[in-house]
């Protein structure tokens, strides 16, 4: 039996999608794939634990400890969000419940040009803002008398700024998603604006400013260029957050392409960007979970 054309011409586009949908869906499966292939060599002759563990980086020797690189991408990524987490909630609350819709076109065309600038601009203004207030007047303040400036606390606020737009962007999407029959009935229920926010926007809004807040750290774990610029890039573990550090995404920006005649080097850097990927689909799944049991608690 002969399908007439247009019926075709569905099942065709359908399969299409399919296809275009299962490769897309298949590069994360070659993209981690591919960097476990590359690092097979350093893994081959040292072992895991003793690469994630030792903090002594001689490549000269074949020594390589990422210790210090891993902890420096932790604790930056942790001061981002401990800054940016708090404002951007508050902020986007700010622009979806109580701003006038002049004031809220003003903010999130700001948010806008913000998300747009390239992180090379952050980076010089972390050089000419950030690290000389750190170095002359807030380490100081904590009897941090010797550091420059150029520290992990430094990256962490530049990687905070960075941050802000995508998450106040899908925190605003989120909270306007939630109805406004339950602000409503709250409110009719004798409660003042405050507690409708606190005890039913966010409550309902929960899963998604989750979400935000995954997706604003899978972007600060991975950001290089700014964070390159004003962390140090002191392979040695940070014993303080006013001292420098040398996150994984530096690492490779740095080294990769050079001294690659030093046997494993080419290997040791291909497993930083493996670790660095693993790390975040980890966080990722790890989300997606908690999100779930979120959204079965309050359904």
Same mark, same amino acid.
């Given at each position: 039996?002969?399908?007439?054309?247009?019926?075709?011409?569905?099942?065709?586009?359908?399969?299409?999608?399919?296809?275009?949908?299962?490769?897309?869906?298949?590069?994360?499966?070659?993209?981690?794939?591919?960097?476990?292939?590359?690092?097979?060599?350093?893994?081959?002759?040292?072992?895991?634990?003793?690469?994630?563990?030792?903090?002594?980086?001689?490549?000269?020797?074949?020594?390589?400890?990422?210790?210090?690189?891993?902890?420096?991408?932790?604790?930056?990524?942790?001061?981002?969000?401990?800054? !940016?987490?708090?404002?951007?909630?508050?902020?986007? $609350?700010?622009?979806?419940?109580?701003?006038?819709?002049? $004031?809220?076109?003003?903010?999130?065309?700001?948010?806008?040009?913000?998300?747009?600038?390239?992180?090379?601009?952050?980076?010089?203004?972390?050089?000419?803002?950030?690290?000389?207030?750190?170095?002359?007047?807030?380490?100081?303040?904590?009897?941090?008398?010797?550091?420059?400036?150029?520290?992990?606390?430094?990256?962490?606020? $530049?990687?905070?700024?960075? $941050?802000?737009?995508? @998450?106040?962007?899908?925190?605003?999407?989120?909270?306007?998603?939630?109805?406004?029959?339950?602000?409503?009935?709250?409110?009719?229920?004798?409660?003042?604006?405050?507690?409708?926010?606190?005890?039913?926007?966010?409550?309902?809004? !929960?899963?998604?400013?989750?979400?935000?807040?995954?997706?604003?750290?899978?972007?600060?774990?991975?950001?290089?260029?700014?964070?390159?610029?004003?962390?140090?890039?002191?392979?040695?573990?940070?014993?303080?957050?006013?001292?420098?550090?040398?996150?994984?995404? !530096?690492?490779?920006?740095?080294?990769?392409?050079?001294?690659?005649?030093?046997?494993?080097?080419?290997?040791?850097?291909?497993?930083?960007?493996?670790?660095?990927?693993? @790390?975040?689909?980890?966080?990722?799944?790890?989300?997606?979970?908690?999100?779930?049991? @979120?959204?079965?608690?309050?359904?």
């Amino acid at each position: 039996m002969v399908l007439p054309l247009r019926i075709l011409l569905d099942k065709v586009a359908g399969k299409s999608v399919l296809c275009l949908s299962v490769l897309i869906g298949s590069l994360l499966f070659l993209i981690v794939g591919g960097l476990y292939f590359k690092s097979l060599p350093i893994l081959e002759s040292h072992s895991f634990w003793d690469l994630i563990s030792k903090s002594i980086w001689k490549p000269g020797k074949e020594q390589f400890g990422f210790l210090p690189y891993i902890l420096s991408t932790v604790y930056i990524t942790i001061i981002s969000l401990t800054i !940016a987490v708090p404002l951007c909630i508050l902020c986007s $609350v700010y622009l979806s419940e109580y701003a006038s819709k002049r $004031v809220k076109s003003f903010v999130t065309s700001l948010v806008d040009i913000l998300a747009g600038i390239p992180s090379v601009i952050f980076g010089i203004w972390g050089i000419i803002m950030i690290v000389p207030f750190i170095s002359d007047t807030l380490a100081p303040a904590f009897g941090q008398e010797d550091t420059t400036g150029y520290s992990i606390l430094a990256g962490g606020l $530049v990687l905070a700024i960075m $941050v802000f737009p995508i @998450v106040i962007h899908i925190m605003l999407e989120v909270l306007r998603t939630v109805p406004v029959e339950l602000r409503e009935a709250s409110l009719s229920l004798g409660a003042n604006k405050w507690e409708t926010i606190k005890k039913v926007v966010l409550r309902k809004a !929960a899963p998604g400013i989750i979400a935000a807040i995954v997706l604003g750290f899978s972007r600060a774990f991975g950001e290089t260029l700014a964070v390159l610029m004003v962390v140090g890039n002191t392979a040695l573990i940070p014993h303080s957050i006013f001292d420098a550090g040398y996150p994984l995404p !530096a690492l490779i920006a740095n080294n990769y392409g050079e001294m690659m005649s030093i046997p494993l080097y080419d290997s040791a850097l291909m497993f930083a960007s493996f670790l660095l990927l693993v @790390v975040i689909l980890i966080f990722n799944v790890a989300a997606r979970f908690f999100m779930m049991r @979120v959204e079965r608690r309050m359904s």
